[in-house]
Nanobody, 125 residues
Framework: QVQLVESGGGLVQAGGSLRLSCAAS????????MGWFRQAPGKDREFVTA??????YYSDSVKGRFTISRDNGKNMIFLQMTSLKPEDTAVYYC????????????????????WGQGTQVTVSP
């Protein structure tokens, strides 16, 4: 399995931007579907975005504000977050999976096999 390490979290004011990074180990990184999930205090972990052989996916709550990208040469993915809102405050997790398409029509935690430890993003009003 691939091992994942996130970085780039922090405190930012509403309307600001932040870029998260996720470094992956393993020689077959380019074949993985990579995703970002987040978990706010007291809430379940939720899907944010994913990039796979089938395309790029975003949740409605971040569409138009967040951008996922990957650099297969460096075994990394990125999450560029703009126009941040207080409700974006959460621990953000990087995830890797082997499916090209989401099961059930939308990406779920169970579609991913490896997870990072998470990085905190806090957006102040």
């Amino acid at each position: 399995q691939v091992q994942l390490v996130e970085s780039g979290g922090g405190l930012v004011q509403a309307g600001g931007s932040l870029r998260l990074s996720c470094a992956a180990s393993g020689r077959t990184f380019s074949g993985y579907t990579m995703g970002w999930f987040r978990q706010a205090p007291g809430k379940d972990r939720e899907f944010v975005t994913a990039i796979s052989r089938s395309g790029i996916y975003y949740s409605d709550s971040v569409k138009g504000r967040f951008t996922i990208s990957r650099d297969n040469g460096k075994n990394m993915i990125f999450l560029q977050m703009t126009s941040l809102k207080p409700e974006d405050t959460a621990v953000y997790y990087c995830a890797a999976g082997v499916l090209a398409y989401p099961t059930g029509g939308s990406w779920r935690e169970s579609d991913f096999v490896s997870w990072g430890q998470g990085t905190q993003v806090t957006v102040s009003p």
